[in-house]
């Protein structure tokens, strides 16, 4: 006879949208509270510009700065504030998008390619699914299939901002899944620009710009440090990709993926985390700003928002940043979990990744960058195509706050339980559970925690027991006194 065969066994279905590691989370909410930063001041800019260029009194001097010209001619390079501020200070932004995404591709969640399917199909949907919504619309209505790629972008600072406004308690794995979609959605956005809105290419200044860019690599890997060796050399590069006629955020993200990401021996941080925490408060608190100041202005009235909704193109951004995002994250996040034997963390529910999903509506920055790209050449297609970024973030904004509101509650019982240090230790216990030290340090809290009770029930005993005493002594000495009418028993 042969020896029962045991059977295999059965694989434990992975969780999507989990507890975070404790150093991602650590390092999740880091940059989490520096793009909310920079979010709340991308949100004043946007206003400000607003403002500046409606109120009749200031319209024109909002038009005179934006298109005031400086810059080395000599160089190609006598560019207007806006023009600067969309190609120069975004390189900045686009340099720490880069570092981001080389961090999640080596370090992050993107390196398990399990782990990495889920943002990278949700965002493909998530990009896919806007521009299929904007050229259907633009196609029913006989309009221009220019802008598909306008409502593709997620702006994740604008995003957080919204999150910090509305106070929710959105746990980090959500948070987390909102920072990653934006990691590749920005990858994505960098391409598209790099492919669709490239015309005449100076092969030249490309040249340099490659053999630049070689160098930057080269110094890297020699491991030369210094601050003033590689921003003359990024400007360089900068300037070069700029002339060659290819985006000039390239270069920023190009730059940003060549930096080491990964620890060495004796190394607490890499040297891109180092880079990125000393770069990301000049892009989420200047740079993005900056471009939303003189970006965003456009002229707005009731008239103008109504025609947002009569032309198939600006139709075409609206719908697709508020009904193609959303159906494409959920769409996608859905069927990832559907076809790879994943399922959902039993903490959170389907119409959680719905409410993220409307709020990665929000295209804020790349969305008007592209848009001016899109259209470059039609001023008035442009300022409408903005209005149209405008509303259709301000609507995917209200959606996502009126549903992450209706589950507030409960994600914030999961922050809580998230953030509960009962040891006072610097670490959330739930990171803790399997540490035999963490259990013995929480016996020695609660042992202290009992002999206090013990000796607080003590002395109220005591002091109940001193009252009984003190009422029955009391109660003794009246029966045996006198009364005023001689020695009958008061």
Same mark, same amino acid.
């Given at each position: 006879m042969?020896?029962?065969?045991?059977?295999?066994?059965?694989?434990?279905?992975?969780r999507?949208?989990?507890?975070?590691?404790l150093?991602?989370?650590?390092? /999740?909410a880091?940059?989490?509270?520096?793009?909310?930063?920079?979010? /709340?001041? =991308?949100?004043?800019?946007?206003?400000?510009?607003?403002?500046?260029?409606?109120?009749?009194?200031?319209?024109?001097?909002?038009?005179s700065?934006?298109?005031?010209?400086?810059?080395?001619?000599?160089?190609?390079l006598?560019?207007?504030?806006?023009?600067?501020?969309?190609?120069?200070?975004?390189?900045?932004?686009f340099?720490?998008?880069?570092?981001e995404?080389?961090?999640?591709?080596?370090?992050g969640?993107?390196?398990?390619?399990?782990?990495?399917?889920?943002?990278?199909?949700?965002a493909?949907?998530?990009?896919?699914?806007?521009?299929?919504?904007?050229?259907?619309?633009?196609?029913?209505?006989?309009?221009? =299939?220019?802008?598909?790629?306008?409502?593709?972008?997620?702006?994740?600072?604008?995003?957080?901002?919204?999150?910090?406004?509305?106070?929710?308690?959105?746990?980090?794995a959500?948070?987390?899944?909102?920072l990653?979609?934006?990691?590749?959605?920005?990858?994505?956005?960098?391409l598209?620009?790099?492919?669709?809105?490239?015309?005449d290419?100076?092969?030249?200044?490309?040249?340099?710009?490659?053999?630049?860019?070689?160098?930057?690599?080269?110094? =890297?890997?020699?491991?030369?440090?210094?601050?003033?060796?590689?921003?003359p050399?990024?400007?360089?590069?900068?300037?070069?990709?700029?002339?060659?006629?290819?985006?000039?955020?390239?270069?920023?993200?190009?730059?940003?993926?060549?930096?080491?990401?990964?620890t060495?021996e004796?190394?607490?941080?890499?040297?891109g985390?180092?880079?990125?925490?000393?770069?990301?408060?000049l892009?989420?608190?200047?740079a993005?700003?900056?471009?939303?100041l003189?970006?965003?202005?456009v002229?707005?009235?009731?008239?103008?928002?109504?025609?947002?909704?009569?032309?198939? $193109?600006?139709?075409?951004?609206?719908?697709?940043?508020?009904?193609?995002?959303?159906?494409?994250?959920?769409?996608?996040?859905?069927?990832? /979990?559907?076809?790879?034997?994943?399922?959902?963390?039993?903490?959170?529910?389907?119409?959680?990744?719905?409410?993220?999903?409307?709020?990665?509506?929000?295209?804020?920055?790349?969305?008007?960058l592209i848009?001016?790209?899109?259209f $470059?050449?039609?001023a008035v297609?442009?300022? &409408?195509?903005k209005?149209?970024?405008?509303?259709?973030?301000?609507?995917?904004?209200?959606?996502?706050?009126?549903?992450?509101?209706?589950?507030?509650?409960?994600?914030?019982?999961?922050?809580?339980? $998230?953030?509960?240090?009962?040891?006072?230790?610097?670490?959330?216990?739930?990171?803790?559970?399997?540490?035999?030290?963490?259990?013995?340090?929480?016996?020695e809290?609660?042992d202290?925690?009992?002999?206090?009770?013990?000796?607080?029930?003590? $002395?109220?005993?005591?002091?109940?027991?001193?009252?009984q005493?003190?009422?029955?002594?009391? =109660?003794? &000495?009246?029966?045996?006194g006198?009364?005023e009418?001689?020695?009958?028993?008061?």
């Amino acid at each position: 006879m042969t020896a029962p065969r045991t059977p295999a066994p059965t694989p434990t279905p992975r969780r999507v949208l989990g507890r975070l590691s404790l150093p991602e989370r650590t390092f /999740v909410a880091d940059a989490l509270r520096t793009e909310t930063v920079g979010g /709340v001041l =991308l949100l004043a800019a946007a206003v400000t510009a607003l403002i500046w260029a409606n109120v009749p009194a200031l319209h024109d001097s909002y038009e005179s700065v934006s298109h005031y010209h400086l810059g080395p001619e000599a160089l190609g390079l006598d560019l207007s504030v806006a023009h600067w501020a969309a190609d120069g200070l975004l390189a900045v932004f686009f340099f720490v998008a880069g570092i981001e995404l080389k961090r999640e591709l080596v370090a992050g969640d993107l390196k398990d390619p399990r782990a990495a399917a889920l943002p990278v199909v949700a965002a493909l949907c998530g990009m896919a699914v806007p521009a299929l919504v904007y050229t259907l619309t633009s196609l029913g209505g006989g309009g221009s =299939l220019g802008g598909w790629a306008v409502p593709t972008a997620t702006d994740i600072a604008f995003a957080l901002a919204v999150l910090a406004v509305i106070g929710t308690s959105l746990p980090s794995a959500l948070r987390a899944f909102l920072l990653t979609l934006a990691v590749v959605d920005d990858l994505f956005a960098i391409l598209i620009i790099a492919v669709f809105f490239t015309a005449d290419i100076d092969f030249a200044a490309l040249g340099g710009a490659i053999a630049g860019l070689v160098v930057f690599w080269l110094l =890297l890997r020699k491991g030369v440090r210094g601050w003033y060796v590689y921003v003359p050399l990024a400007l360089v590069v900068w300037a070069l990709m700029y002339n060659s006629g290819v985006h000039a955020t390239i270069a920023g993200v190009a730059m940003g993926l060549m930096l080491r990401c990964t620890t060495r021996e004796g190394e607490e941080h890499s040297p891109g985390e180092r880079v990125e925490h000393l770069v990301r408060p000049l892009s989420a608190g200047l740079a993005v700003p900056l471009f939303a100041l003189f970006s965003a202005g456009v002229t707005l009235s009731g008239g103008a928002l109504g025609d947002v909704f009569a032309r198939p $193109e600006t139709l075409g951004v609206v719908l697709g940043l508020v009904v193609g995002k959303t159906i494409g994250i959920f769409g996608g996040t859905w069927l990832t /979990v559907r076809f790879t034997r994943a399922s959902l963390s039993e903490d959170l529910a389907w119409a959680d990744v719905f409410a993220v999903a409307s709020l990665a509506g929000i295209g804020f920055t790349v969305s008007l960058l592209i848009g001016e790209l899109a259209f $470059e050449g039609d001023a008035v297609l442009t300022d &409408e195509v903005k209005a149209a970024v405008l509303l259709g973030s301000l609507i995917a904004a209200t959606l996502a706050t009126v549903l992450l509101k209706l589950r507030n509650a409960k994600y914030r019982r999961m922050w809580e339980a $998230e953030e509960r240090d009962d040891d006072l230790d610097g670490i959330p216990d739930v990171y803790e559970q399997d540490d035999p030290a963490y259990h013995l340090r929480m016996a020695e809290i609660h042992d202290r925690k009992a002999a206090e009770h013990r000796r607080t029930a003590a $002395e109220i005993a005591r002091r109940i027991a001193g009252e009984q005493a003190a009422a029955r002594h009391g =109660l003794a &000495e009246v029966p045996g006194g006198a009364g005023e009418d001689g020695d009958r028993p008061a």
